[in-house]
């Protein structure tokens, strides 16, 4: 299994102050241990036991996998107050943030087995990192173009074209144009022994204006 590679040490920013505490705490309300839930996320214990004490910050894709693990989401990871059960979310209300270069706006409703995303993805490239784990995952390029890589075969999504596959695929997304790629992105949330994420990227922080 790859392992993720380290974050960059120092102090959280603010808008990551409770989400230490919480990764610890939801580890434990789902009865794993350190060790347990590192291999789940593909992480070592030592890097797991960082995130949790807060001398290491965790990237986007390394939220999205501590949430499926948990069974809950970004936004609840990142200690976000939930919206009312409105069916509705208006465009006002979602807030973008940023981690590891990645701009993501939650676009679902919370406490759903689904979550939902507005992911922009930069220009740059993401190596031999991939993830796997269990569930679906679905997207829609908006802008740009995307290159999709699913086992073996790469594909270049263009706007307009949509991917939906069983995420037990290793697979891995990165922009194939200038300027990156915007998509709609919905994965499922599950918890599973077998759940392993393997990217890497930098420290999420919501972003001003």
Same mark, same amino acid.
């Given at each position: 299994?790859?392992?993720?590679?380290?974050?960059?040490?120092?102090?959280?920013?603010?808008?990551?102050?409770?989400?230490?505490?919480?990764?610890?705490?939801?580890?434990?309300?789902?009865?794993?241990?350190? %060790?347990?839930?590192?291999?789940?996320?593909?992480?070592?214990?030592?890097?797991?036991?960082?995130?949790?004490?807060?001398?290491?910050?965790?990237?986007?894709?390394?939220?999205?996998?501590?949430?499926?693990?948990?069974?809950?989401?970004?936004?609840?990871?990142?200690?976000?107050?939930?919206?009312?059960?409105?069916?509705?979310?208006?465009?006002?209300?979602?807030?973008?943030?940023?981690?590891?270069?990645?701009?993501?706006?939650?676009?679902?409703?919370?406490?759903?087995?689904?979550?939902?995303?507005?992911?922009?993805?930069?220009?740059?490239?993401?190596?031999?990192?991939?993830?796997?784990?269990?569930? %679906?995952?679905?997207?829609?390029?908006?802008?740009?173009?995307?290159?999709?890589?699913?086992?073996?075969?790469?594909?270049?999504?263009?706007?307009?074209?949509?991917?939906?596959?069983?995420?037990?695929?290793?697979?891995?997304?990165?922009?194939?144009?200038?300027?990156?790629?915007?998509?709609?992105?919905?994965?499922?949330?599950?918890?599973?022994?077998?759940?392993?994420?393997?990217?890497?990227?930098?420290?999420?922080?919501?972003?001003?204006?």
């Amino acid at each position: 299994m790859t392992e993720l590679p380290d974050e960059p040490s120092g102090p959280a920013p603010e808008e990551l102050s409770t989400v230490a505490p919480r990764l610890r705490d939801l580890r434990r309300r789902n009865g794993l241990t350190l %060790e347990t839930a590192a291999q789940r996320v593909g992480l070592s214990p030592a890097h797991l036991s960082r995130l949790e004490t807060g001398l290491r910050q965790p990237s986007l894709p390394m939220l999205l996998a501590l949430a499926r693990t948990y069974g809950t989401t970004v936004s609840d990871l990142l200690g976000e107050a939930a919206p009312e059960r409105d069916p509705i979310l208006r465009a006002g209300r979602a807030e973008p943030s940023e981690a590891g270069g990645w701009t993501y706006w939650t676009v679902g409703g919370a406490g759903r087995a689904m979550q939902a995303l507005r992911v922009h993805v930069p220009q740059r490239a993401q190596g031999d990192l991939v993830r796997v784990h269990p569930g %679906e995952e679905w997207l829609y390029v908006l802008n740009g173009r995307l290159r999709l890589t699913l086992g073996e075969a790469v594909h270049v999504l263009d706007p307009g074209d949509a991917a939906h596959f069983d995420s037990l695929t290793p697979h891995r997304l990165a922009a194939a144009a200038p300027g990156g790629a915007e998509l709609l992105f919905v994965h499922t949330l599950l918890q599973s022994g077998a759940a392993e994420l393997c990217l890497g990227g930098g420290a999420p922080h919501r972003r001003g204006g």
